[in-house]
C-alpha cells in the first residue's frame, strides 16, 4: 500500500474498536472507488473479512490492488444492480455510484438506476439475512439549503428536473427506501449524508467538481486553476480518514438504528479561498480562471455536525491545511511516479 496512505489507515484505526469489526463479513459497494477503497483498507486493517464490489465504472483498480492477495479480501467485479450472491454479511456499506457533478450528468439514467435498482438490491440482501446496512447519501440531498450550519432535520430545496436531479433525487428515492426497509421489515439500517471529503486517491479527471483534486492538479503542472462562478461559492471539506470514521462509527452504532446522520467537516471555506489556498501549499505560477457557474450549483455547503459528536462522539481531527498538505504529497508523489 501507498506509504502516505497506511500511515493514515494506521492512524485511522486508532479510533476504532477492532472487536466491532474483526470477522466481521462485510460487503462493500462500489469499493473500489475513493471512499470505498479507504473503507476497505480500513476494514482489512481490522481483520474484517471485506468483499469489494465494483463495476468500475469509475472506480480503479488501482485503488485495490494491494489488497487482491489478502485472505481476508475479494473482489467481485458485478453492477450491484444485478449483483445475485445469497451471502449472509454481517455489515453492508452501499456506496456504489457516480458522485461527482460531471460524471452523474453524463450518465443521469445509470445514476438513478444503481441509486433505486443497486439500492433495493441491497436492501433485499440485508433483509434476508438480518444485516446492518449503511446508505452513503449526501449533503446534495437538501440542494440549494438555506439553513446553516444545515441539520438533518432541514427539508432540502431540490429541482426535480435540474440537471443535478438524477443525482439528488436518486439519492432522495434511496433514503425513503432505506427508511421504508426499517419501518416495514424492521431492517437495521443508517443513512450518511455525507459532504465532500477530499485525500489521495480523489479523482481529478474532468473539468468541474471534485474542486480540491482538480485544483491540486492543475496548481501541480502550472496550468490555470478553474474556479467556476465568481467563487464565492461555499464547501466543507472533511478529510478521507476522519470521513471514513465517522462512517464506521455510525454503522456500528446502535442508538442511530433507522437514523440520518451529517458526515463533515465545519469549516466553511469559499471555493475562491480554496484555489488560493492549493496556489500557497503547491508554491504553483498557476493563474486562476474563472468560468461560467453550471446550473443549480448549490451557494453554500455547510454540514451541522451535532448529532454526530452527540451521538456518535465523533468529530474531525485533520484540518484543511493539515489534510490539503497530504493530499498534495500524494498527488506530487504520484505524478513523479509517471514521468
Ligand atoms: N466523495 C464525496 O465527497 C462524497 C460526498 C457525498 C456522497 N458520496 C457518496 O459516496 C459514494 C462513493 O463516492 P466516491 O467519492 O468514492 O465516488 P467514486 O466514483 O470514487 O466511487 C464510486 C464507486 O462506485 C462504483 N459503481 C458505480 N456504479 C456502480 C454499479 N452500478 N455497480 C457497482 N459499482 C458501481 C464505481 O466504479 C466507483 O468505484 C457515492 O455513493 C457518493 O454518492 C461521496
Same mark, same amino acid.
Given at each position: 500500500?501507498?506509504?502516505?496512505?497506511?500511515?493514515?489507515?494506521?492512524?485511522?484505526?486508532?479510533?476504532?474498536?477492532?472487536?466491532?469489526?474483526?470477522?466481521?463479513?462485510?460487503?462493500? %459497494?462500489?469499493?473500489?472507488?475513493?471512499?470505498?477503497?479507504?473503507?476497505?483498507?480500513?476494514?482489512?486493517?481490522?481483520?474484517?473479512?471485506?468483499?469489494?464490489?465494483?463495476?468500475?465504472?469509475?472506480?480503479?483498480?488501482?485503488?485495490?490492488?494491494?489488497?487482491?492477495?489478502?485472505?481476508?479480501?475479494?473482489?467481485?467485479?458485478?453492477?450491484?444492480?444485478?449483483?445475485?450472491?445469497?451471502?449472509?454479511?454481517?455489515?453492508?456499506?452501499?456506496?456504489?455510484?457516480?458522485a461527482s457533478p460531471e460524471e452523474y450528468q453524463q450518465h443521469?439514467?445509470?445514476?438513478?438506476?444503481?441509486?433505486?435498482?443497486?439500492?433495493?438490491n441491497m436492501l433485499e440482501l440485508a433483509r434476508k439475512h438480518?444485516?446492518?446496512?449503511?446508505?452513503?447519501?449526501?449533503?446534495?440531498?437538501?440542494?440549494?439549503?438555506?439553513?446553516?450550519?444545515?441539520?438533518?432535520?432541514?427539508?432540502?430545496?431540490?429541482?426535480?428536473?435540474?440537471?443535478?436531479?438524477?443525482?439528488?433525487?436518486?439519492?432522495?428515492?434511496?433514503?425513503?427506501?432505506?427508511?421504508?426497509?426499517?419501518?416495514?421489515?424492521?431492517?437495521?439500517?443508517?443513512?450518511?449524508?455525507?459532504?465532500?471529503?477530499?485525500?489521495?486517491?480523489?479523482?481529478?479527471?474532468?473539468?468541474?467538481?471534485?474542486?480540491?483534486?482538480?485544483?491540486?492538479?492543475?496548481?501541480?503542472?502550472?496550468?490555470?486553476?478553474?474556479?467556476?462562478?465568481?467563487?464565492?461559492?461555499?464547501?466543507?471539506?472533511?478529510?478521507? %480518514?476522519?470521513?471514513?470514521?465517522?462512517?464506521?462509527?455510525?454503522?456500528?452504532?446502535?442508538?442511530?438504528?433507522?437514523?440520518?446522520?451529517?458526515?463533515?467537516?465545519?469549516?466553511?471555506?469559499?471555493?475562491?479561498?480554496?484555489?488560493?489556498?492549493?496556489?500557497?501549499? %503547491?508554491?504553483?505560477?498557476?493563474?486562476?480562471?474563472?468560468?461560467?457557474?453550471?446550473?443549480?450549483?448549490?451557494?453554500?455547503?455547510?454540514?451541522?455536525?451535532?448529532?454526530?459528536?452527540?451521538?456518535?462522539?465523533?468529530?474531525?481531527?485533520?484540518?484543511?491545511?493539515?489534510?490539503?498538505?497530504?493530499?498534495?504529497?500524494?498527488?506530487?508523489?504520484?505524478?513523479?511516479?509517471?514521468?
Amino acid at each position: 500500500m501507498d506509504q502516505i496512505i497506511l500511515e493514515d489507515v494506521k492512524r485511522g484505526k486508532v479510533d476504532l474498536k477492532r472487536k466491532d469489526f474483526e470477522d466481521k463479513k462485510v460487503l462493500v %459497494t462500489g469499493g473500489a472507488g475513493f471512499l470505498g477503497s479507504w473503507l476497505c483498507d480500513i476494514l482489512v486493517t481490522l481483520d474484517a473479512e471485506v468483499d469489494c464490489l465494483d463495476n468500475l465504472s469509475t472506480g480503479k483498480l488501482a485503488n485495490i490492488d494491494h489488497l487482491l492477495e489478502n485472505s481476508k479480501f475479494k473482489f467481485l467485479n458485478e453492477d450491484v444492480c444485478t449483483f445475485k450472491h445469497d451471502k449472509k454479511y454481517d455489515l453492508i456499506l452501499h456506496f456504489a455510484s457516480r458522485a461527482s457533478p460531471e460524471e452523474y450528468q453524463q450518465h443521469p439514467i445509470e445514476t438513478l438506476k444503481v441509486n433505486s435498482l443497486g439500492s433495493h438490491n441491497m436492501l433485499e440482501l440485508a433483509r434476508k439475512h438480518d444485516s446492518t446496512i449503511l446508505f452513503a447519501s449526501t449533503s446534495e440531498v437538501y440542494g440549494d439549503a438555506e439553513v446553516f450550519p444545515t441539520p438533518e432535520s432541514y427539508l432540502g430545496r431540490v429541482n426535480p428536473i435540474g440537471p443535478r436531479s438524477c443525482y439528488y433525487e436518486g439519492k432522495r428515492f434511496s433514503e425513503a427506501l432505506f427508511t421504508a426497509y426499517h419501518r416495514k421489515h424492521e431492517l437495521n439500517m443508517k443513512i450518511a449524508r455525507i459532504f465532500n471529503s477530499y485525500g489521495p486517491r480523489l479523482r481529478a479527471e474532468g473539468g468541474y467538481g471534485r474542486a480540491v483534486s482538480r485544483f491540486i492538479t492543475q496548481a501541480l503542472t502550472n496550468q490555470p486553476v478553474t474556479v467556476y462562478g465568481d467563487g464565492l461559492q461555499t464547501r466543507s471539506f472533511c478529510y478521507v %480518514t476522519d470521513t471514513c470514521i465517522g462512517l464506521l462509527v455510525l454503522l456500528i452504532n446502535e442508538e442511530t438504528n433507522g437514523e440520518v446522520v451529517n458526515v463533515g467537516n465545519k469549516e466553511e471555506i469559499t471555493i475562491l479561498e480554496l484555489a488560493q489556498k492549493i496556489k500557497q501549499l %503547491t508554491e504553483s505560477i498557476s493563474h486562476i480562471t474563472f468560468h461560467p457557474l453550471p446550473e443549480d450549483d448549490p451557494r453554500r455547503r455547510w454540514p451541522d455536525v451535532g448529532k454526530a459528536e452527540k451521538i456518535l462522539g465523533w468529530k474531525p481531527k485533520i484540518n484543511l491545511e493539515e489534510g490539503l498538505t497530504k493530499t498534495i504529497k500524494w498527488f506530487k508523489r504520484k505524478k513523479a511516479q509517471i514521468e
